[in-house]
C-alpha cells in the first residue's frame, strides 16, 4: 500500500472551513484514497473515500488531484466537534488491511 | 444503527492472566481486525480474518492469538498478559468490496497490573 504523508497539526476556526492536505506520491492506479478520523478515546469513523473523482458527502468532500498524487479532505464549515485526529489512507481494496500513519490533529478554536 | 460491539469498555487484568476481548459486529461483514493504539505508535494490526475460522498475522503478532468461529465474533486472546500489552484495543469489520470502508467498535481500554 502506498504511503502517505500528512501535516502533524493544524488549527482552524470554528465556523471556517477546514483544508486538510494528504501526500500519496507513490499511489497506484487501483489504490482508493479514504479518509477516517478519530475522536478522543473513541474508535476512528469513517470519513469518505474516493478513487479519481472528487467525492462529496453530508461530513466533508474530498479533492483528488488529476495525477492522484496527492488528496483534500474539506470539512465545509468546521465546529468543535471536528477536533479530531485525521488519517489518509491509501490501499487496494481487497477486503484488505488498513495501515494507519500519524494523521494530522486538527483542533477547532472558537 | 449498524454496529461493532466491544464487550468491555475498560479492563484490568493481573501479569499472567489469559485476557479474551470480544467484538461483534451486525452487518454481515466477511472481515474483521484488531487494532492497539498506543501513544506515539499510532494504531498497529494485531491480526486480521476474512472468514470464519480463517485468520491472518498482522503487524505486531506476537502475545496474541485470536479466534473466529462464528462470523459475526472475532476474539482476541491474550495468553498471558503482561504489562507491555496495556493497551487500546480497537476492532473492525468491513465487508471486504472494492468500496468498502471500515467500521469500528469504541475500543476496550486494558490495564494489565
Known amino acids: 500500500d502506498a504511503k502517505t504523508t500528512q501535516p502533524p497539526s493544524m488549527d482552524c476556526a470554528e465556523g471556517r472551513a477546514a483544508n486538510l492536505p494528504c501526500n500519496h506520491s507513490?499511489?497506484?492506479?487501483?489504490?482508493?484514497v479514504y479518509w477516517y478520523r478519530q475522536i478522543h478515546s473513541q474508535g476512528p469513523q469513517y470519513i469518505i473515500h474516493?478513487?479519481?473523482n472528487n467525492e462529496t458527502n453530508e461530513m466533508a468532500s474530498l479533492i483528488i488531484t488529476e495525477d492522484r498524487k496527492s488528496s483534500t479532505l474539506i470539512l465545509p464549515h468546521a465546529t468543535l466537534r471536528d477536533t479530531a485526529v485525521y488519517y489518509c489512507?491509501?490501499?487496494?481494496?481487497?477486503?484488505?488491511?488498513?495501515?494507519f500513519g500519524q494523521g494530522t490533529e486538527l483542533s477547532v478554536k472558537p | 444503527d449498524v454496529k461493532v460491539t466491544q464487550s468491555s469498555r475498560y479492563l484490568v487484568k493481573r501479569t499472567g492472566e489469559k485476557v479474551f476481548l470480544e467484538c461483534v459486529q451486525d452487518?454481515?461483514?466477511?472481515?474483521m481486525f484488531w487494532y492497539r493504539q498506543d501513544p506515539g505508535l499510532g494504531l498497529r494490526l494485531i491480526y486480521f480474518?476474512?472468514?470464519?475460522?480463517?485468520?491472518e498475522k498482522g503487524d505486531i503478532p506476537e502475545g496474541y492469538s485470536v479466534s473466529r468461529e462464528k462470523k459475526e465474533r472475532f476474539s482476541l486472546i491474550l495468553e498471558s498478559a503482561s504489562t507491555n500489552q496495556t493497551s487500546m484495543y480497537l476492532c473492525?469489520?468491513?465487508?471486504?468490496?472494492?468500496?468498502?470502508?471500515?467500521?469500528f467498535g469504541s475500543g476496550t481500554r486494558l490495564t494489565v497490573v
Open positions: 474516493g478513487l479519481k
Open positions: 480474518s476474512y472468514d470464519v475460522k480463517m485468520k
Open positions: 489512507i491509501v490501499r487496494v481494496d481487497q477486503g484488505g488491511k488498513l495501515i
Open positions: 473492525a469489520s468491513s465487508s471486504g468490496g472494492r468500496d468498502s470502508g471500515y467500521t
Open positions: 507513490t499511489i497506484s492506479g487501483n489504490e482508493y
Open positions: 452487518m454481515d461483514h466477511e472481515n
